[in-house]
């Protein structure tokens, strides 16, 4: 519902969440699987610099989407 | 025999056989027993009858609400009415405000119990609905004999007070409330009554409809993402240790906006979580899993996108009526909008 | 598989010299319950109990869990199997049940004073507990125990004096006998099965509490169990799952309804719990709508679900499966948000679900009368105004398996 009147104001957004489907039922037009409920940007059981480019990794994808 | 209710009908000039447009500042009158589409009213009514009508231009009543309530209130006196009956408007915008503006000021100044009959398309539906009962008709005098036949039905069984009952709830718009009610028969009970319908290949009434959801136009970036400045936002509860701008666990009624400039990260010992439909562990101990400046920042430096918003903005995203959630998300995109924001990264927990 | 439950009606419950059951009065000997619990949980320093007759005006605050007693007579010692005995069969042969009567666990731990059992006559016809004979227990242990455990070991301490108040029932009368047979079951025409979500993963992070013949929630796959397995010990509940207390779990309204139903060949249940992501989520929905088109082979499924918003993507998801199979869904869910209109409410919009049964808004505020007696109220509760709650908080109105009768209209 957020990412939706956000782009009502011409700024694309994408949605990062572990719930797709409420987002596809929202109609939502860009979304970006997390990677889970409790940590969509993190891995925990990896060391913190492994998460850290897990992470940049991630975010990387979630950008390009932004052009598309 | 016991008495019959008194029910005193409320027309506009053209139901009320005075006139056209050219009767449109009709002042308001009243003539004892049912005129117009009151007579079908009358004669269907059972422990009810229409013992009066009161005429008024729809031009008047919309530029004079206080004289055609003043009016009312003679009436009222006089006749001690039980229940007004206002239209039906069906689509006509100043008479349904002013069925709606009459039965507002029965129900809120002289305690009598009123309905309005208006199409769903009508203005004062929006603005009344909350405020007065409001039956549900269509968009035009085609449906005036639908609509009487169901005035008649809900006045006929009037009693308690009280217009509307569960019996006939579905005729009225609903005011924007929940409430729970008993029925005689358990869930299961009910939910295997549905079930035997539809195995048996007939069909079932469901407890609720589920809504149509519309498309909603794509923003489009408008430049390249290494010119791109990129804002951060999250439904996840972000707020700083201590959360002393009381941002709620749930049910927010707000955003907050935190000026992270110069941050290369969330350290956690700043950033706290108020959120209550997730466990916080993991969040707390690093806040990038949740919004990823440090990550951001990296691409910022690097040159992936030209700049990071100076603001991170936080909500929570758990038992927020939609309303609440589509007023925050405009209110929002509208301050991105004006800080020149070119687009977000959004994420939900 | 056959079941026969043998059911006795406690009609007055008594403090006295020695617990018993005497024709339909429950004794109660508050001594020899804490002797007995000590046996069975370490570390237990103190019990309470107290008896709450039928006809009491009373509000207990700090309801944990409410438990029916229930025993199984064969095969015997098959209580709960993987949590206060070893695993075994259950779901056939004789169970004991006590009706009219239920134990009532108390948490001590936590500050909060929510929830409530409103033990009123008001509350009789529309909460399940109001009108029971109660025994309701507090326990204390060190404070160097940490609140897992001590739950942990208030909720086996239920079970045990559950089991323990059935077992002297030394006369060995009973009421009532129900029979429950699949053999009966496949006479009837039309199939039909039932996905039983038991608890959500939104907040299985730590150790969770036993599901399935002990097993925890954690990495728990869809699992196919006969209808008498649901309602015979097998299923526990994960002890902070909402929405139901051990009690629905044992009288499970669906699965007693599809049972006695002489339409229904009631196939099988699904047992499941809600997911965390995405693979989970659809792993589980192929496994679960594969037990029920090619196992069971049922044209319709009832639903019930765990507490929470998320849990309805998963039934979504396994409802989107089995209907690729023509196989219908009937959910039992509940509004658990403030929206205005009664569908903005519903987390999923997909439209797999043309029919719905919606058992209550867990929202509703509702302000409880001042001059109801207390019992464990915690002396951090200062009573000074009126008491206001949301009624998911008062115990036995909200069911999420079925057993109350409350709907939910826009007004």
Redesign the interface.
Known sequence: ???????????????????????Q??????IF??????????V?KEK?EN??QI??K???E???M??H | MAEKYKVIHYLNQFFGQIGGEDSAYQEPLYKKGPVGPGNLLNSQLENAEVIGTIICGDNFASENPEKLVSFFRQVIADEKPDILVAGPAFNSGRYGMACANLCKSAKNLFGIACLAGLFEGNPAVDLFRTDIDILRTKANAAGMKEAIHNISNVVSDFSNGDLVSDANRNLFFPKGKLKNIFDKDTASDRALHILKLLVKGGEAATEIELPHIVNHEKAVLKKKLSEAEIALVTDGGLVPVGNPERLESRGASKFLVFDITGSEGLQKDKWSINHEGYDKQFVLEDPNRLVPLDALRYFEKTGKIRKVHQQVISTTGVATARAVCEKLGREIGLMLQEQNVDAVILTST | MKLLEKIKYINRIDFGDHTRIDKDRLIVNTQEIETFLKTKIDHLEDVETKIVRSSDKIRIFRVFDVIEPRMKLTPHGTDYPGVISKVGKVGSGETLILKNVAVVLIDGKKREWKPVIEHTESYGDISNYASLNLICVSIKMGNEIDDQTYHRSLYIAGLQLSVFLCYRNKENNVDVEDVYTDVNARKRQHKVGYFYQLCSAQYVSSESGPIFLGKTADNFLPIAITPTMGIDGALTRNFFEQGFETYSIQNNAIIYSLLKDEEIDFRGIVISISSMNDQDRTRNSLIAASFFKNFMDVGAVVMSKAFGGASNIDLEKTANELSEYNIVCVPIIQVTSVEEKLSDSLIFQTDVFKHLVCSGWTHEKVTLPRDVPNLFKPETLKLEGDLILEIEFIKGIIDNLGSGRLKVVEV
Do not use: D, W
């Open positions: 519902m957020i990412a939706n009147e956000i782009e009502r104001y011409h700024i694309p957004v994408v949605q990062v969440t572990s719930i797709p489907q409420i987002s039922g929202m109609k939502v037009n860009r699987e997390g990677n889970g409920i409790t940590h969509p940007f993190g925990p913190a998460e850290r992470r940049i991630m975010l990387s979630a950008l390009e932004l052009c």
